[in-house]
């Protein structure tokens, strides 16, 4: 069956420094993947996504992230954090079994200090 | 364009109530889907509708929870009757095409507490 794991539950880092969110994922096929952002009392919005070609992904906000199937990995990733980068980020996997349908790992909360 | 709006925002009420949440999802979008979050099991997946009709609702938790589709422009997930451990916020979502482009549009989901 499809998963994700999230292994960090909070991560604070400073102002300024870099960034990289962890992200595995259990699928049989070539996996579709999603990192999604959630701020305080607001739905999820999509930062990046995966689906092929180029295994290193930019989105929106400055972040990307990097495909590693061999790792079975997608971590999310930004050089410079900025206070206003504090939220909940989800990675995500999509499934087409019978449909499609997105799976989404437990979530990090990201905290940024001055 | 408006995205995808969720009502009510906020929902209290009494164990045993009937509830009715709302979603109208994004104009054009043909997939639906209805999350529950809460602290002790994230995100989960209850349904999901493509042109209207149920997919998967393998993640309906039993049978106190029923989402109807009844056009393009409208579902509803009912819980009836509630109770406390329905309490979570409901995340309501749509997206374009079965063609698998996967992004989700959300709404600012209904937090409902059951007392």
């Known amino acids: 069956a499809q998963s994700v794991t999230q292994p960090d539950i909070h991560i604070t880092v400073s102002e300024g420094a870099s960034l990289e969110l962890r992200c595995n994922y259990s699928?049989?096929?070539?996996?579709?993947l999603f990192w999604y952002v959630q701020s305080p009392g607001q739905g999820l919005q999509l930062l990046l996504k995966?689906?092929?070609?180029?295994?290193l992904v930019q989105g929106i906000k400055g972040f990307e992230a990097e495909f590693k199937r061999s790792q079975s990995s997608f971590n999310l990733r930004k050089p410079s954090v900025h206070w206003s980068d504090a939220a909940e980020y989800f990675c995500?996997?999509?499934?087409?079994?019978?449909?499609?349908?997105?799976?989404f790992g437990a979530g990090t909360r990201l905290f940024v200090k001055a | 364009d408006a995205g995808v709006i969720q009502s009510p925002r906020h929902e209290v009420t009494e164990m045993g109530q009937e509830v009715t949440l709302r979603c109208k999802p994004i104009?054009?979008?043909?997939?639906l889907f209805w999350y529950r979050q809460t602290m002790m099991r994230g995100l989960e997946l209850l349904i999901y509708?493509?042109?209207?009709?149920?997919?998967?609702d393998s993640g309906m938790p039993e049978d106190r929870f029923s989402a109807k589709m009844p056009n393009a422009s409208f579902s509803t997930l009912k819980i009836q009757p509630s109770e406390p451990r329905d309490s979570a916020v409901y995340f309501c979502?749509?997206?374009?095409?079965?063609?698998?482009?996967?992004?989700?549009?959300f709404g600012e989901g209904s937090r409902l507490t059951v007392l």
């Open positions: 509708f493509n042109n209207n009709v149920p997919i998967d």
């Open positions: 995500a996997v999509g499934a087409s079994t019978g449909g499609f349908k997105t799976i």
């Open positions: 995966y689906f092929s070609g180029d295994t």
């Open positions: 699928y049989g096929a070539t996996p579709y």
């Open positions: 104009s054009g979008h043909n997939s």
């Open positions: 979502a749509s997206s374009l095409g079965g063609g698998f482009t996967g992004e989700l549009f």
